[in-house]
């Protein structure tokens, strides 16, 4: 489960997260007198951003979308979704890191394991030849006798090492999401909990589906304009 179905998952994810990525469009931001490419490229590369003092309100009449709402430079708290075109890659790293513990021990253990418990298992073998392999490895371990302390030591380093790796991980999230992943959980189940006019969706906080981006140019007379877009975040 740590070492396969983990790292499995996690780079299918990354795999499905980089064709929609880099071979189909993963941003769509709306703007007038802006050509839809231009602003699509320099939103995806500056990032977008919500408004978090503008999460609550009625879609449609107060807000656009929740986090999406008219602000004011300087007071209103401006927050960016940095981690959006990192995704891809963060699922990958995270699939490396749970696989080097099996790594290491592979290659540590060299399949000594297999070799010690060879055609015990087999039912085609003979219970005299299976008697003969149990006797060889009795003799083994008492010949050997508190000779393998190296070997168990570096099985109790990749047994560390899984569980430096699983703890790092919920610290490497946190720090990706900017500080939201360790509390993600307990806010979306106190969130259905809360009255509809009070509460403030921490799905959209984090994973926001819609977000504003600011693109700036040259009008006609040389003064610089400033264009405010919605982007859809299909990822």
Same mark, same amino acid.
């Given at each position: !489960?740590?070492?396969?179905?983990?790292? /499995?998952?996690?780079?299918?994810?990354?795999?499905?997260?980089?064709?929609?990525?880099?071979?189909?469009?993963?941003?769509?931001?709306?703007?007038?007198?802006?050509?839809?490419?231009?602003? *699509?490229?320099?939103?995806?590369?500056?990032?977008?951003?919500?408004?978090? %003092?503008?999460?609550?309100?009625?879609?449609?009449?107060?807000?656009?979308?929740?986090?999406?709402?008219?602000?004011?430079?300087?007071? *209103?708290?401006?927050?960016?979704?940095?981690?959006?075109?990192?995704?891809?890659?963060?699922?990958?790293?995270?699939?490396?890191?749970?696989?080097? #513990?099996?790594?290491?021990?592979?290659?540590?253990? =060299? =399949?000594? /394991?297999?070799?010690?418990?060879?055609?015990? %298992?087999?039912?085609?073998?003979?219970?005299?030849?299976?008697?003969?392999?149990?006797? !060889?490895?009795?003799?083994?371990?008492?010949?050997?006798?508190?000779?393998? %302390?190296?070997?168990?030591?570096?099985?109790? /380093?990749?047994?560390?090492?899984?569980?430096? %790796?699983?703890?790092?991980?919920?610290?490497?999230?946190?720090?990706?999401?900017?500080?939201?992943?360790?509390?993600?959980?307990?806010?979306?189940?106190?969130?259905?909990?809360?009255?509809?006019?009070?509460?403030?969706? #921490?799905?959209?906080?984090?994973? #926001?589906?819609?977000?504003?981006?600011?693109?700036?140019?040259?009008?006609?007379? =040389?003064?610089?304009?400033?264009?405010? =877009?919605?982007?859809?975040? #299909?990822?």
């Amino acid at each position: !489960l740590h070492y396969k179905a983990t790292v /499995i998952i996690l780079i299918a994810f990354s795999l499905l997260v980089t064709s929609r990525q880099y071979i189909g469009d993963p941003i769509d931001c709306i703007v007038d007198e802006i050509p839809l490419n231009v602003m *699509d490229t320099y939103c995806w590369i500056y990032s977008t951003f919500t408004i978090p %003092n503008r999460l609550t309100g009625r879609v449609g009449l107060d807000i656009v979308q929740p986090g999406v709402a008219s602000h004011t430079d300087g007071k *209103d708290e401006v927050k960016y979704h940095k981690y959006y075109q990192w995704v891809c890659f963060a699922l990958f790293f995270q699939a490396m890191l749970f696989y080097v #513990p099996r790594y290491l021990w592979k290659t540590w253990e =060299g =399949g000594r /394991i297999k070799m010690l418990v060879l055609d015990l %298992n087999y039912p085609i073998v003979s219970e005299d030849c299976k008697t003969d392999r149990k006797r !060889l490895l009795v003799d083994y371990f008492i010949t050997n006798l508190h000779m393998q %302390n190296f070997y168990a030591f570096r099985f109790f /380093i990749c047994e560390i090492l899984n569980f430096i %790796n699983v703890v790092g991980q919920i610290f490497f999230m946190d720090y990706f999401l900017d500080g939201e992943f360790s509390t993600y959980g307990r806010d979306v189940l106190s969130f259905t909990e809360m009255e509809p006019e009070e509460r403030e969706d #921490p799905m959209s906080r984090v994973f #926001p589906k819609v977000t504003k981006c600011t693109f700036h140019k040259y009008g006609p007379s =040389g003064s610089v304009q400033k264009f405010d =877009g919605l982007c859809v975040l #299909p990822l």
